[in-house]
């Protein structure tokens, strides 16, 4: 199993799947707040807003909450004023992880994302020590049975798909540029073709692999501190852990 795009799947196998509703609905806001802040509060003109939006529905985040970070972005309603930022660093067995923030303090956020990669046995290195082995990429994914390969890859093609794949599960995994992301979910859209989720990722140019038990461990107890923290959006990490290992730990 290789990096940050299955681990929900691991949690799932493990039995730690996060329930808690209000984490979730919390970067939602915070991803429509900023979204709307940087390009307006109407997502016909607002693309990054409008997938944002779609998202939130998507998780049944209700409309009321929806509004009312819309107009804290838009100043309509007063508001913390978010910064996003990224913090890099390495895991134990030399893996490279990438955080995504959004934060109304950056020093408190610096210094308790720090602390988070010493406990968990990790080095919090500069800007640019592993991002550089990430590439930026837009994901949408389709369902299991909503289509199939050859007209997801028909319809999405000519609107700037760099890839389009069969998923762990059977669902349909398309990969775009960044900049052509919001053009190949309107071509699906087009195309009748239902879009369960879309958003932006990092994908890892040359997974770490991890042979040890006790090192997969501390690695995927790594990744949950800092996916738990509450400025915390996103955790992209280069790991590779075989399945006989994860047998073990779960």
Do not use: C
């Not at 067995?93 to 955080?99: D, P, Q, R, S």
């Amino acid at each position: 199993m290789a990096g940050h795009s299955h681990w929900a799947k691991v949690k799932r196998t493990k039995g730690v799947l996060d329930q808690r509703r209000g984490k979730l609905f919390s970067r939602l806001s915070k991803e429509i707040t900023v979204a709307a802040r940087m390009g307006g509060g109407d997502p016909n003109f607002n693309p990054r807003l409008r997938q944002a939006i779609a998202t939130a529905r998507g998780e049944s985040m209700p409309v009321d909450n929806i509004e009312r970070a819309v107009k804290k972005g838009t100043g309509e309603l007063e508001g913390e004023a978010y910064e996003e930022l990224n913090y890099e660093g390495y895991m134990p067995g030399g893996v490279a992880v990438l955080v995504e923030t959004t934060t109304d303090n950056k020093n408190r956020t610096a210094a308790e994302i720090r602390a988070i990669f010493t406990k968990g046995h990790g080095n919090m290195g500069g800007v640019g020590s592993v991002s550089w082995m990430f590439h930026r990429k837009g994901l949408l994914s389709i369902e299991k049975d909503k289509s199939n390969e050859d007209s997801v890859l028909e319809a999405t093609l000519d609107a700037g798909a760099e890839d389009v794949k069969v998923g762990e599960e059977g669902g349909i995994e398309v990969l775009t540029p960044p900049d052509k992301l919001y053009a190949v979910g309107d071509a699906l859209k087009t195309a009748g073709i239902p879009v369960a989720s879309s958003k932006f990722t990092y994908i890892a140019e040359n997974p770490t692999p991890i042979t040890e038990v006790a090192t997969a461990e501390q690695v995927l107890k790594l990744y949950e501190m800092l996916d738990d923290h509450d400025d915390v959006q996103n955790v992209y990490a280069n790991f590779d852990i075989p399945q006989e290992i994860l047998a073990k730990l779960s």
